[in-house]
């Protein structure tokens, strides 16, 4: 679809264009570890024959690099991009091998601490401007640069809005302007408030937009949906990814259901919420990724999902995520949070870490807690009443 209200300006993805009046263009990341080539391999087929415009990948070390360039090899065509995590060092490497760099800002400070921020974006520029990619500043709610954390620790919304902001202007005096900016939540109406902040204060520079972890379909599809409305209605939002909780052989699906909901908003079909969605319980689910620790992930939070039905009519918040890297962070402010170990899963009840338990007693365990403060609940109700 074409982004007529957009003020954003066009910037260059390998042959690819977003931004302006370009298409809204749709992209998935490859759920699988990048040194596994035989499933990034399957991951980038299934991307690819859903049509998307492009492909993440996921780079943390050496051999991760050197796993990318023989994918790159054998997928010459699709614009790739790739997520650097923790490691910026690794920029100059995967340049050569993609279309477009994305780092996260509060991921910076993990490497070289007596180097400045600036000196590590600098770095990042450099390679990006000597191989012609596309840099994305990604935010994330979950991995807030912590000086920002710390300083708008009362709105931590303006605390990625700010980040974002002077990210840009950093690239900005480097003349680098072939970019463009996430700003991702789990909260649909965070990712609303966040992108709308940032477009009023910087409407030149194009959006990735997302509702991360989304979780499963279709609650997945609908928290994205109601981003993607109030957003792209509004010219807010060059690029789109659908973060769902999906097995890997349908990872596809993040493409057709970004294409789908872009289309209704362009033909006017707005889907009105169903009411009372997310008064009740809201299970959170991270869309997987290279990073998962267990191959159990998906269908956990499935389960999760069915064990807790019974609680629907609660407003309570479960998170479940795929790893120790984002899961300890990703989960504090739900009520129950669970995240995936190699053998164990982690239970906390927002920032308290309550245990770690087998795969196979987890489930019981989260239910007894669970209960626990529906209890709790209803006794604070009780006696308020009395
Ligand atoms: S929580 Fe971990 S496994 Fe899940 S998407 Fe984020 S990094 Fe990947």
Redesign the pocket.
Known sequence: MSNLNRSSRKIHIGSLIIGGDSPVAVQS?A?TQTQNLDETARQIEILEEAGADIIRI?VDNEADVVALETLRKKFPKPIFSVDL?ENYRLAPKVAPLVNKIRYNPGHLYHLDKNKSILEKVQFIVEAANSFNCAIRIGVNC?SIDPEYKEKFIEDQIEGMVRCAVDHCKILDDLSFTNYCVSLKDSDFDKVIDANRRFAKERPDVPLHLGV??AGLPPEGVIKTRIAFEQLISAGIGDTIRV?LTLPNEQKGQEISVGRGILKDIEQGRFRSVPKNFLDGINII?????????NDK?VDLAQEVREITKYAESHKITIAV???????PG?TDDADLGL??GPSKVNLKKGTEALGAYSYDDILSRLKIELDLIISARNSQERSVRE
Do not use: K
């Open positions: 990341m759920a996921a995590q979950g991360t972890e973060s689910a991270c869309p997987s990724c290279s990073r998962v620790e992930f995520m795929g790893c120790r890297v984002n899961g990703e995240w995936c």
